[in-house]
C-alpha cells in the first residue's frame, strides 16, 4: 500500500459512514437541526461537498467536479441559519454530488505524481496543512467532522443503528 491507497481507503470509509447515516433520512429530516447551535444536515452535507470541491481545486486546479448554480452560496457560512428548504438540496441530489465529488478527487489523486503530494499546499491552507497530501487527507476525513452530528438526529428520529 503507498500512500495515495490510503487516502483512498479513507475517503472511501468517510463516504460510506456519511451515505449510511443519511441514506434513510427524508429530505425534511436532513433541513432538523440535531441540537440547539448546530447546522441542520442539509448544510452541513452542502458545506462539505463545496468546501470540498474548494479544496481539490486549490491543489489540483480545474478538477472539481461541478456543482449547480448557487450551490456554494447556499451552503456558505454566512448562510447556515436559513432553513428556506428551496435553497437545499434533496437526499438523493447530495449523495450523488458527494458521490460525485469523491471520483473527481480519486481521479485527481491518481493523476497526481507521487512527489506532488510532498509539496507545499496553497499559501492560505499552510499554517493547517502544509503539504498537499495534508490537504487530501483533509478532503477525505471532512465529512466525519460533520457526521457526528447525523448520529443524535438519528436517534431523535428512531432510526436504526447503521454501523
Known amino acids: 500500500m503507498n500512500a495515495k491507497d490510503a487516502l483512498n481507503s479513507a475517503a472511501d470509509l468517510s463516504l460510506f459512514i456519511v451515505a449510511k447515516y443519511i441514506g434513510d433520512l427524508s429530505d425534511a429530516e436532513l433541513m432538523t437541526r440535531p441540537a440547539p447551535g448546530c447546522n441542520h444536515l442539509a448544510w452541513q452535507l452542502g458545506h462539505v461537498i463545496s468546501s470540498n470541491a474548494k479544496l481539490l481545486d486549490a491543489i489540483c486546479p480545474g478538477n472539481a467536479a461541478a456543482l449547480p448554480e448557487e450551490f456554494g452560496e447556499h451552503h456558505a457560512k454566512e448562510n447556515r441559519d436559513s432553513n428556506d428548504v428551496s435553497q437545499f438540496c434533496t437526499r438523493d441530489q447530495y449523495l450523488e454530488l458527494l458521490t460525485e465529488m469523491r471520483a473527481a478527487t480519486r481521479s485527481a489523486l491518481a493523476a497526481l505524481p507521487d512527489e506532488e503530494l510532498e509539496k507545499p499546499s496553497p499559501e492560505w ?9 495534508d490537504v487530501f487527507t483533509l478532503i477525505g476525513a471532512h465529512p466525519l467532522m460533520h457526521a457526528g452530528q447525523f448520529v443524535p438526529l438519528r436517534r431523535a428520529a428512531g432510526k436504526p443503528v447503521v454501523i
Not at 125 to 133: E, I, Q
Request: aromatic letters at 12%.
Open 125 to 133: 491552507l499552510r499554517p493547517r496543512f502544509p503539504r498537499v497530501l
